[in-house]
């Protein structure tokens, strides 16, 4: 047998060589960056006929690999051996200039001719794909172009090609693992949209399996098909911070522009492959290919080159304008103007002085002052959203030279009449906010304080506008008490502060018991699981040990009780690779959110109106910048005023919920909290 094993590898090799010295072939060994289209066109030879001799490289290439690649002298001598049954080309041939966005599909269908003519007639374009300005052939209408010849293989699996005597020719594409529109329509030279127009039931997701009418007539939309097995993902929060206004500074150096239907998007902390590609729907590999710094692993702060998300057909007086909730009456205009007042922390006297150099610097570093300018660029949005909706607002724009030690709010309420406001967003730092609604309490002018989670001092004309990080407990909490759960408290004996706002306020939880060596105690956890309701588990920790140690208690119990897996604050130690994303959907983790997923048409719009105005994706300052704007232009000018419209309406906007409500005596706090839940199907769901 062992002498049958070594022959046959022997044989094998022997084959293998012989086929790379033949002179059909020639060998190639990829470099850092390349790709299968780049290499096909440097040899003259198609993508499909590098595939045929390498099925491995389908999975991806990287440097070093060796590849086969047929000899062109030999597809040209076979090219010109006659061909049966095909018209050849005439000399008429036509010529085309490509412009923007056109692609093999298109030109086709503006001449009445079909696809594959147009690519056998221009192989070399095909195989590097079209450029603006590029000129290519068009053959007459009626004439067929025959094929350039490739070896003889089986099939690729994914692709079918039918066709009969009374229709075009249907060319099929079964969908693989990992595949996304994106990949599938470079693929094949078509965009996204058209790709979507012959396959209706890919508008939403693109199942595995599913059979994709690449070209010829569309048939009936197929089931869909669930894709298993993926960890739910958050979207991406895209930081990028180049929008700088022209009233602080215009440079065309800070801005970030979308070119050739892509865009730049700068990596946050907690960005993954797998997320990335999730919410750019491009496979990790072509996502690779655009970026091959990726290659060496995703770092935050590297700015990577991604397609842009579609445009969505609404007008931008509905860019992220979402309904009141509880508002019957309908959108009026106002007639009195009311006055708006944004007070944000520029610090354009530090920028005045700084040349192009220093002030791309400041932009590079400077978090604080990306942060405000982000929140700026949304509230622009807002008001032209609000302008357009026909509201009647004056919007008054100051410079509040916030920082850890000082700020100008006091000089600005004293020289500009602000008694008269119908309302102020900012400052950004709570004690500022304080110190400008204790100035203005007399005036009863609010005051929204638009991004710090603090508690703060209380008073009557000021609006913690970003629920705290304690009520966001307090949300949890009452959700599963409105449950009638059973709830049961995992804690770390370092969480002292956690513990005694639990024990306070919820003194029917129970906690389970810690081993002396700081391990959950088993038996005690299960004695206190209750046959009878929902079992929540808190989970109170950030210690892998203990977190891995209850999980596992919790999934080992689940056939027996009632389980749900809860955490009452941002838990970082659950995004570590120790801990499996899968034990979390199936224990069906819920957690209490300051912000919610939105891919209504409303917050695409917002999205795209964006976009199209500061030519980059909206940051979670951004968004907020925009919901914090708008939510107080609708309250002062569809209610007598703002302080009356927190005691008849609660908002939702892009990404957050507005529902003000008395805190103590004087406080007014946003209650808006969203309770999210991991499901079955690996989605993240609102439950409250």
Known sequence: MKKILISLTASVLTTMNVLAQ??????????????????????????????????????????????????????????????????????????????????????????NIQVGDLKNLNSEAFAAGLKVGQTIKIPDAGVSVPTPPKPVVAPKPETAVVSNANSEKKI????????????????????????????????????????????GVSEEPQPQKTMTEKPPVEKPKPVTTQIVRDEIVTTETTRTLTKNGYANYEVKEGDTMYSLSQYFNISQEE?????????????????????????????????????????????????????????????????????????????????????????????LVAIDSAKTLG??????????????????????????????????????????????????????????SPMSKEAGKPFPNLYQAMPSTEYGKTAMFEYMKSQNGNIIVVSDPKKVANKDFIMTNYPQAKFAALLDNGALD????????????????????????????????????????????????????????????????????????????????????FENEYKEKNKVFPNQYAVRGFDVTFDTLMRITQYASFDASVNEVKSEQVESRFQYAKKGKDGNENKGVYIMEYQDDLSVKQVN
């Open 287 to 379: 996502l690779t290919k655009l970026n091959p710094s990726l290659s060496s692993g995703v770092k935050t702060g590297m700015i990577l080159k991604v397609p842009g998300r579609g445009q969505i057909k609404v007008s931008s007086a509905s860019a992220g304008a979402q309904k009141v909730v509880d508002n019957k009456k309908p959108l009026v205009p106002n007639a009195t103007k009311k006055q708006l007042v944004l007070m944000l922390p520029f610090n354009a006297a530090k920028i005045q002085s700084d040349t192009l150099k220093t002030i791309d610097t400041r932009l590079k570093k400077d978090a604080f002052l990306n942060m405000t300018l982000d929140f700026y660029a949304g509230a």
């Open 172 to 215: 099929y594409h079964i969908v693989e693992a990992k595949e996304t529109k994106f990949g599938i329509a470079k693929k094949y030279g078509i965009t996204i949209e058209e790709l979507e127009q012959r396959n209706p039931g890919i508008q939403n997701n693109l199942p595995m399996g599913y059979k994709l009418v690449i070209s």
């Open 22 to 111: 033949d002179k059909n072939f020639s060998k190639h060994t990829v470099t850092s960056g390349e790709t299968i289209t780049q290499i096909a066109a440097k040899y003259n030879v198609t993508p499909h006929d590098i595939y045929s001799l390498n099925p491995d490289a389908q999975n991806g290439i990287k440097p070093n690999d060796v590849l086969l690649i047929p000899s062109s002298v030999v597809k040209k001598a076979v090219s010109e051996a006659p061909t049966k049954n095909v018209v050849p080309a005439t000399a008429n041939n036509r010529t085309h200039t490509v412009k923007a966005k056109e692609t093999f599909f298109s030109i086709a269908r503006d001449y």
């Open 391 to 448: 509201l009647n607002v004056d919007v008054q724009i100051l410079d509040s030279e916030e920082s850890k030690t000082g700020s100008a709010v006091e000089a600005l309420v004293k020289n500009n009449d602000l008694s008269k406001a119908d309302a102020i967003v900012g400052p950004f730092y709570q004690q500022y906010a304080e110190k400008v609604a204790d100035l203005l309490k007399d005036k009863n002018v609010p005051v929204i």
């Open 522 to 605: 088993v038996n005690d956890l299960k004695s206190l699981f209750d046959k009878d309701k929902k079992n929540f588990v808190v989970l109170d920790s950030e210690r892998t040990g203990l977190i891995l140690g209850t999980t596992n208690v919790l999934l080992n119990e689940m056939s027996n009780f009632s389980i749900q897996l809860v955490i009452i604050e941002q838990n970082d130690t659950l995004d570590f690779e120790e801990i499996s994303m899968k034990r979390l959907t199936i224990l069906k983790l819920l957690y209490p959110s300051f912000t919610r997923e939105n891919n209504t048409a409303e917050g695409l719009a």
